[in-house]
Nanobody
């Protein structure tokens, strides 16, 4: 069973930075897409950013600029990061790690982490 394990959330003040990390469980295959979504209380889950294994990046509306996504595969473990700068109280949300795997000749699988809370105080 593939698991995505997030870390790095917490409470910060407006203007500060946080870096989220998400690592796939040991022995997991390399994902075609990894990224982040977030869910603000009372709203639908929204895209923050995704990155393909080839390095193509997609940001959600108003995400690019303050948020930067990156990936690596050190020690054969797929990991995705989200660097968040100049955080605002409006960024307060649960941030979810996301991954897609496209097996040959089969439908794509998607995976979600358990979520990590980011709270930005004013």
């Amino acid at each position: 069973q593939v698991q995505l394990v997030e870390s790095g959330g917490g409470l910060v003040q407006a203007g500060e930075s946080l870096r989220l990390s998400c690592a796939a469980s040991e022995g997991a295959f390399s994902f075609n897409v990894m990224g982040w979504y977030r869910q603000i209380s009372g709203k639908q889950r929204e895209l923050v950013a995704t990155m393909t294994s080839g390095g193509l990046v997609k940001y959600g509306d108003s995400m690019e600029g303050r948020f930067t996504i990156s990936r690596d595969n050190a020690k054969n473990k797929d990991t995705v990061y989200l660097q968040m700068n100049s955080l605002e109280p409006e960024d307060t949300a649960i941030y979810y790690c996301y991954a897609e795997y496209w097996p040959p000749r089969l439908p794509a699988y998607d995976y979600w982490g358990q979520g990590t809370q980011v709270t930005v105080s004013s």
